[in-house]
């Protein structure tokens, strides 16, 4: 006898968040307001989002409107982040309007005496034999949706959809095309005054004594904001808060800093700290010989967000409640954290997003939210902005983390693998705020009665892991251990950058794999179909290598690279072929992807996506290092944190495998892995030299040649 099939569940985010008239409302006269618990970061989710409510609906895309995350109404879907937005909140939002829609046909069966199976929805109108007709907006004062979502409600089928998995044009994309103020950066509250912060050239100084003199005689200051290590100005105009900062740091005395590691040899650093063990995985298999064993070890620098505009928020006090105006990924979990600092109820604090100019990760746009609600406290109720400078961004917020990867490879006679290890050396991948019992934002350590600074921890492997993303094989190789060394110091401050580990595994593992293939003088991609039993990983491999024409003849001063993963071993598969020319530098001339995310809600979504994580990879492997002394971390502007130009972006091109039955996973980190060791297998195809330590860089390509003759 079969078992009954299991009772059906809600999703996570509705279940979390289970009233429908948080998440779907009809406003004025034709306009339907939606409101995810997920935040616009760039990466078009808002316009995939309005695209899955319309279509459970049956409304027109124009008639959505989609309103800003915010502590005061939108659901509580934690922290925008790990391309989860599409999986979480999409499926949250499909089943809300799915059962929204039921609930209006079953009152209009009522009040139109017609029998709901004969009824149906265009546009909002719901109409029936005979001509009879009503709307969601003529039934919606008789209907409460303040109702819990049930979890037995069915949504369309997937041919049944008109609007998911067409190309739309983004409902984002017009304000930034007209220069229109939908970047936090550019928008103005009535009677905005302006903030500054005062923060050491030094790692980890603190701020001992103050003369406060020079900077109180600027014209336009309004306040000098002192509490403990932390120190900032209030004015009444941004030139003003420069001024006045510019002399408050003249009268400033710090204590000693703590020393920073040796950028010349972080290996060396990252192996030689306390750590955390955890053994992430193993497989084992009847003992096999092998006949050698090759150990390589693997290495990617501190990565900074780099964001486009430095960070920035706005705050304003009405008594003891402050509402907050930021960029956050996470506007419930900044609440908490401002909570335990100010120590209010949560209640008293309002957190609403706000668009910004770049955001990759868990950069600075919660600690300036802190700053910016300290310094408000002496603007006398009048909001204030504050907004970091270049050098604060590039100095201050959290940076991706440092990896050492070492791989031991276990061959046998004819170079197959018999035995698989990979062990990572690594700071935390993630220090965000509102998962502890103490904050993790900047200021929180610099005030009277400070709070520690956070180290960085890595998430549960359950949800896609932290240093070790990525780091178990797809393949299928006979046996492994997965081992992860987490930090316990944290000299540079670390958080999650855009993939966490995955970008640093997925180097890793391709470039051994590449190795190994080449040992057996077989081709690439063949030897990775030959470890693979997942059908979908198999044909996103056959599809790229279809669209670039693997492998192309060998021209002198060109190379063809591979690269594999599926995003956490559970999300979006990507298999990318970078084309390079090495002549004076490594330029990446062209990128083919395949990419299969389930359905694609937006094609066109998708592709942005991909492309734009082709592009930042491509900067990451080529560019991105994080430079510092012993003392000061130096690359504070553009000049020394150089990122890839317009002129250096290499071509790209996508193809998507459509899965319109398999429910979506996000693509936004997809590509980084994947491209990343394509560059690298493409620079030992045109040059024969193996780079291990990113990025690649003219000197560390003379400097392998060498070794090598």
């Known amino acids: 006898m079969s078992a009954p099939p299991p009772a059906p569940k809600l999703p996570v985010s509705l279940l979390a968040n289970p009233k429908l008239s948080s998440w779907v409302r009809f406003i004025g006269e034709g306009r339907v307001a939606i409101s995810p618990g997920k935040v616009e970061i760039g990466q078009g989710i808002v316009t995939a989002l309005a695209q899955i409510a319309a279509d459970e609906l049956d409304v027109e895309i124009t008639r959505i409107e989609m309103i800003r995350a915010s502590t005061a109404a939108s659901p509580n879907e934690g922290v925008t982040s790990g391309s989860l937005s599409i999986q979480q909140s999409g499926r949250a939002l499909r089943h809300a309007c799915a059962e929204v829609r039921q609930r209006f046909l079953v009152a209009a069966s009522e009040r139109l005496g017609v029998d709901v199976a004969l009824l149906g929805v265009e546009d909002g109108t719901i109409s ?3 001509n009879v007709r009503t709307s969601y907006w003529e039934l919606s004062d008789a209907i409460s949706l303040d109702h ?10 997937a041919v049944a959809r008109s609007v998911a998995g067409h190309s739309v044009q983004r409902v984002d994309i017009p304000d930034k095309v007209f220069a229109r103020p939908r970047f936090i950066q550019d928008h103005a509250l009535p009677g905005l005054v302006h903030g500054r912060v005062l923060r050491p050239g030094i790692s980890r100084a603190r701020l001992t004594t103050l003369d406060e003199a020079a900077a109180r005689a600027v014209s336009g200051l309004i306040a000098i904001v002192r509490d403990g290590g932390f120190a900032g100005v209030v004015a009444d105009s941004e030139a003003a808060a420069e001024v006045a900062l510019k002399a408050l740091r003249k009268g400033a005395a710090w204590s000693a800093g703590e020393p920073l590691p040796d950028e010349d040899d972080l290996a060396g650093f990252l192996r030689s700290q306390p750590v955390e063990t955890t053994i992430i995985d193993t497989r084992t298999a009847a003992a096999a010989k092998a006949a050698r064993t090759l150990r390589r070890q693997y290495t990617r620098p501190y990565i900074a967000h780099a964001s486009i505009a430095p960070s920035c ?24 954290d401002l909570a335990i600092v100010l120590k209010l109820p949560p209640d008293n604090i309002v957190v609403e997003h706000m668009e910004g100019a770049g955001c990759y990760g868990h950069n600075a746009a919660d600690d300036v939210a802190l700053d910016a609600v300290l310094l408000a406290k002496a603007a006398g109720g009048r909001p204030v902005r504050v907004q970091w400078s270049r050098h604060d961004e590039m100095a201050h917020a959290p940076f991706g983390a440092a990896m050492a990867i070492e791989i031991d490879a276990d061959l046998d006679a004819d170079n197959e693998i018999v035995g698989w290890r990979h062990a990572i050396w690594s700071n935390g991948h993630t220090a965000r705020p509102g998962r502890a019992a103490q904050p993790a934002l900047l200021a929180a350590s ?21 240093a070790d993303r990525n780091a178990v094989p797809l393949y299928d190789l006979p046996a492994w251990t997965i081992t992860s060394h987490r930090l316990l110091t944290m000299p540079v401050r670390t958080s999650s950058l855009r993939t966490l580990g995955a970008q640093g595994n997925v180097f890793a593992i391709e470039s051994m794999l590449d190795e190994i293939a080449g040992l057996r003088d077989e081709d690439s991609i063949a030897f990775r179909l030959r470890h ?11 599809a790229v290598a279809r669209r670039a024409g693997w492998k192309p003849a060998k021209q002198t001063g060109v190379g063809y690279g591979f690269g594999f993963a599926r995003y956490k071993n559970m999300g979006a598969y990507c298999a990318a072929i970078a084309e390079i020319e090495g002549a004076d530098d490594i330029r990446v001339k062209r990128l083919t992807l395949a990419v299969d995310v389930g359905e694609a809600i937006n094609p066109d979504g998708v592709i942005n996506q991909i492309e734009g994580g082709a592009i930042q990879a491509t900067s990451w492997v080529l560019k991105e290092r994080v430079r510092f002394d012993r003392a000061h971390i130096t690359s504070t502007s553009w000049t020394d944190y150089p990122i890839l130009t317009f002129s250096e972006v290499p071509a790209v091109d996508v193809e998507i495998i459509q899965r319109p039955d398999i429910e979506p996973v996000g693509a936004g980190e997809a590509a980084h892995g994947p491209v990343t060791a394509a560059i690298a297998n493409a620079v030992f195809d045109c040059l024969g030299v193996r780079i291990r330590d990113l990025p690649v860089t003219r000197d560390r390509i003379i400097a392998a040649m060498e070794l090598a003759t």
């Open 313 to 336: 928020a706005m705050a304003q006090w009405d008594g003891d409640r402050v509402h907050v105006w930021t960029h956050s990924q996470g506007v419930y979990l900044l609440r908490a």
């Open 532 to 542: 693979l039993r997942d059908e979908r990983a198999k044909d996103v491999i056959r």
């Open 446 to 466: 610099e005030i009277t009665n400070p709070y520690p600074r956070m180290i960085s921890t890595n998430p549960p492997a359950a949800n896609g892991g932290g």
């Open 128 to 130: 029936g034999p005979g």
């Open 148 to 157: 819990d979502a049930t979890a037995g409600t069915v949504a369309k089928a």
